[in-house]
C-alpha cells in the first residue's frame, strides 16, 4: 500500500458474517473503514491501490472466511485497444452524448436505477432502494465524485455511471441503463467511455471492483484487457487461463 501521512488514527472493522450475494452457500464479511476528514482522499488513494472500494463514505475490501473469490481488478487504460465487438458496441450507441455532471441525485436518474434493479436485480437489496437511499449512494462521498449521464438525441436519459477521480486512474463505483435496450450492450458502453476519459485525463489506470471467477455478473471485466489483478505481491496481470 502507498504511503501518505497520517493526520489522524484510522480505524478499521470486521463486519458480521452475512449470506454472499454473488456465490450462493457462502458466507461474506468485510473489512471496512470510514472515509472522512481532510485526509479522506489520500486514504481513499491509498487503499484503492490496495484493492479496497468504496461505498458511501466507508472503504471496504472482502475478508470471507475460506474465501478469495473476490479479485480486485483495473485496466491498463495506455495499453488497451478495444476488440471488434467493442467497436461495434460504440458504433451502435454513436448517436448517445455523455456528459459529466456533479454527483447530485435526481428523479430522473433514480427513475432508470429504479427500472434496471427490477429487471436486471429483483428481489435484490438495491431493487429495495428508495430514492433517498438512491441519494445517499450519490451523494455522501467525501471523495473526488462524478456522474456521467448518457443521453438520446431526444435527451431521454439512458445510462448513468457513478465513478471516483483518484491520482492514478478513475474508479468504476456503480452504473445503471436502461433494461429494454441490452441489446445495445450500455455497461459495456459506459466502461469504454471511462477508458476514453482516463486516456484524456493522462490517468493510467480504470479501477473495476471485484471479479469473480464463478460469478457470471462479473465476467464482462475479463474482456478489457490488458487487466491486472491484485494479489499478495501486488497488481499484476490477470493469468491468462483466467480470463475468458
Given at each position: ?56 463514505s466507508i472503504a471496504y475490501t472482502p475478508a470471507c472466511p ?42 430522473e436518474q433514480f427513475r432508470l436505477f429504479a427500472r434496471y ?112 489483478a491484485f494479489g499478495p505481491d501486488g497488481w499484476r496481470p ?7
Amino acid at each position: 500500500m502507498d504511503h501518505f501521512p497520517l493526520k489522524r488514527p484510522h480505524f478499521f472493522f470486521t463486519t458480521a458474517p452475512l449470506p454472499c450475494p454473488y456465490l450462493s452457500g457462502r458466507l461474506e464479511r468485510k473489512i471496512v473503514t470510514e472515509l472522512n476528514g481532510s485526509d479522506a482522499d489520500a486514504l481513499h488513494e491509498a487503499l484503492s491501490r490496495a484493492g479496497f472500494r468504496r461505498s458511501h463514505s466507508i472503504a471496504y475490501t472482502p475478508a470471507c472466511p475460506g474465501c478469495s473469490a473476490c479479485i480486485p481488478v483495473r485496466i491498463l487504460v495506455d495499453s488497451f485497444q478495444p476488440n471488434r465487438t467493442m467497436r461495434r458496441i460504440a458504433r451502435v450507441n454513436a448517436e448517445l452524448s455523455a456528459t459529466v455532471v456533479p454527483a447530485k441525485a435526481t428523479a430522473e436518474q433514480f427513475r432508470l436505477f429504479a427500472r434496471y434493479q427490477e429487471s436486471r436485480h429483483s428481489g435484490g437489496d438495491m431493487a429495495q432502494m428508495g430514492f433517498y437511499d438512491y441519494r445517499s449512494m450519490v451523494e455522501d462521498s467525501p471523495v473526488d465524485t462524478f456522474l456521467v449521464e448518457f443521453r438520446q438525441p431526444d435527451a431521454t436519459l439512458t445510462a448513468v455511471c457513478l465513478a471516483d477521480r483518484i491520482g492514478d486512474g478513475l474508479s468504476a463505483v456503480y452504473s445503471f441503463f436502461e433494461p429494454d435496450l441490452a441489446a445495445h450492450s450500455l455497461g459495456t458502453l459506459v466502461v469504454l467511455w471511462l477508458v476514453g476519459e482516463a486516456q484524456r485525463l493522462g490517468l493510467p489506470h480504470l479501477y473495476l471492483g471485484y471479479w469473480i471467477e464463478e460469478s457470471r455478473k462479473m465476467s464482462y471485466k475479463t474482456r478489457f484487457q490488458p487487466l491486472e489483478a491484485f494479489g499478495p505481491d501486488g497488481w499484476r496481470p490477470l493469468p491468462p487461463a483466467l480470463v475468458s
